[in-house]
């Protein structure tokens, strides 16, 4: 049997021979027990960076020996795997030709060793090292056939330019023109609402604006004379808060009458008869039609006009007095002066 393989090693070898390139290796390794016969063709032996070339290995062993295979695990060496190892095998008793093809990149410059670990063969009980060190690629350059190393000079600066001070400073300019802006409408806004605040509605004007608003809403229309009713001595009340003392919304409708009874400007008995039928319809949900609805709105709105009316009677009076008593005042102030002149005018007794 081993002069069998020592004959098929001399067979191998003569033709490994005519085929190999830069890149064969072609001396067998010798195992104590029988001969493992390799070739290592590099396919292209030169190639330039970053290119996919092929490292095919060939070794011819016994039909049932094993053989391992390495690989290149090291992502950042300077030859990498592409692809895994493709293996292709051919048997003819009592032998078996096992092919390992390897796509591979380089990643460096010169006459690189790939790496390869060496391939195991094992037969029974016996292993036998095929050493694939010598496997290399010449990685050519790419860089420009120029070997001067002439280092051109640095380019020179341009003349420099004018800048007019306006193109220096003009975003300077626009942000505090902003800024400036900014704060005038800020100004602005703050003395709109402290004008609105000095100058609250009169209770009267807001209380007219309302019913027409009320109005307009046609709720009665809608089959809502219930909420209309409501939201008309909603605004009657609002109205006496304004105008009698202590009326707050919180009130009750009988605590509102008691605060109403002495007030000559409120009509006592209206009120009365509108907030009952008003607490019946919101509180009882007493059915009322469309047409009772907006007599009770206008009996609202006949109080605010009645209570205002006797408010600016009120007013008024109060102010024919003021005007009254700074007219007496000044009569007053005016007999005194002239009392005083008429003193100053009389001669003194003893006087000549």
């Not at 093809?101 to 009980?125: F, K, M, N, Q």
């Not at 004008?195 to 007219?208: H, L, N, V, W």
């Amino acid at each position: 049997m081993f002069n069998v393989l020592g004959a098929l090693a001399a067979v191998t070898t003569a033709g490994f021979a005519g085929a190999q390139t830069r890149g064969i290796v072609p001396p067998p390794v010798t195992a104590p027990v029988y001969h493992v016969q390799s070739g290592i063709v590099v396919r292209p032996d030169t190639v330039r960076i970053g290119d996919t070339f092929e490292l095919i290995i060939t070794v011819v062993v016994p039909t049932s020996a094993r053989v391992e295979w390495p690989s290149l695990d090291d992502t950042t060496a300077a030859v990498v795997m592409r692809a895994p190892v493709q293996i292709d095998g051919v048997e003819r008793a009592p032998n078996r030709r096992e092919t390992a093809t390897y796509a591979l990149s380089a990643w460096g410059i010169g006459d690189l060793p790939i790496g390869l670990p060496d391939a195991i063969v094992r037969y029974g009980e016996t292993m036998v090292h095929v050493p694939l060190a010598a496997a290399h690629v010449f990685v050519k350059t790419v860089l420009p056939g120029d070997t001067t190393l002439h280092k051109p000079k640095p380019a020179k600066n341009l003349f420099p330019r004018a800048v007019p001070w306006w193109e220096r400073w003009w975003p300077a300019a626009v942000v505090l023109a902003a800024l400036a802006i900014l704060w005038w409408l800020y100004r602005r806004g703050k003395t709109a609402v402290a004008r609105r605040r000095a100058t609250p509605i009169d209770a009267f004007a807001r209380a007219m604006h309302d019913f027409g608003r009320l109005d307009r809403l046609s709720l009665p229309d809608a089959g809502e004379g219930g909420r209309f009713v409501a939201l008309a001595v909603e605004i009657l009340r609002v109205y006496l808060a304004a105008r009698v003392p202590h009326g707050t919304l919180s009130r009750t409708s009988a605590e509102l009458l008691l605060l109403t009874e002495d007030d000559a400007r409120v009509p006592a008995p209206i009120l009365a008869a509108l907030l009952a039928e008003s607490d019946a319809v919101k509180f009882a949900r007493r059915d009322i039609t469309g047409a009772r609805a907006h007599e009770l709105a206008r009996e609202a709105r006949a109080i605010v006009e009645v209570i205002e009316r006797a408010e600016l009677a009120r007013r008024a009076a109060i102010e024919a007095v003021r005007v009254a008593n700074e007219r007496a005042e000044e009569r007053t102030a005016q007999a005194t002066d002239d009392e005083a002149r008429s003193r100053s005018r009389r001669p003194r007794a003893g006087a000549r």
